[in-house]
């Protein structure tokens, strides 16, 4: 952990309010980006984000420094939004709606390369909807899993230290998602594979 980072950590459990403010300007577009990936929505991701950092401040106590604070945080947000998610579910009782590894990250950055070619937006929405519903329909606890690896680039030991599972458990998960992800895009990745 950076020097100033156990600053202000010290500071924060001193109840310096202003070492608080640091934390979330630092960290709050990453918490926001997470908290939305996992929720899919603006409102939701901006309850989490608060109730991550009311949460911070009120546990700041029992961060241990043998950790980074970052995947401390990490972790908070992935409960935060976890609950929120399982609370929505629970209310609404319905269901999330509904190739190979290489395919699948085939498919997310061609998403992500269509966003500077105007002709190609209609295609990339459609993508985009497809592998989100993909995504959205496996149970939280894989879903998870693939966001944090596929979408934020996490290593599998962050993983399971954020997720508090062992590293084969993130694996499990992972290849688990994988496999239910191809066969929920191998309809429409070979039906895009037709198109000229």
């Known amino acids: 952990m950076e020097r100033t980072e156990c600053l202000l950590i010290e500071d924060l459990r001193a109840g310096d309010m202003t070492a608080l403010a640091v934390i979330v300007e630092k960290h709050k577009r990453h918490v926001y980006r997470l908290a939305f990936q996992i929720t899919k929505n603006h409102e939701d991701a901006n309850d989490v984000m608060q109730d991550t950092f009311l949460k911070v401040y009120e546990s700041i106590h029992s ?7 970052e995947t401390w945080l990490y972790r908070i947000v992935v409960n935060q939004a976890i609950n929120l998610v399982k609370r929505r579910e629970r209310r609404r009782e319905a269901p999330l709606s509904g190739t190979t590894e290489t395919q699948i990250r085939s498919e997310l950055k ?27 329909s496996l149970p939280i606890k894989h879903r998870m899993v693939v966001i944090l690896h596929e979408f934020e680039g996490l290593t599998h030991p962050k993983i399971a230290s954020i997720l508090n599972c062992s590293e ?26 037709l198109s000229p």
């Open 63 to 69: 961060f241990r420094k043998e950790s980074a604070f």
């Open 110 to 136: 061609r998403a992500s390369n269509f966003r500077n070619n105007p002709h190609l937006s209609v295609e990339r929405k459609e993508l985009q909807r497809h592998v989100t519903q993909a995504v959205n």
């Open 168 to 193: 084969g458990t993130v694996r499990s998960r992972l290849h688990y998602a994988r496999k239910k992800l191809r066969e929920r895009l191998k309809s429409y990745v070979e039906l895009t594979n």
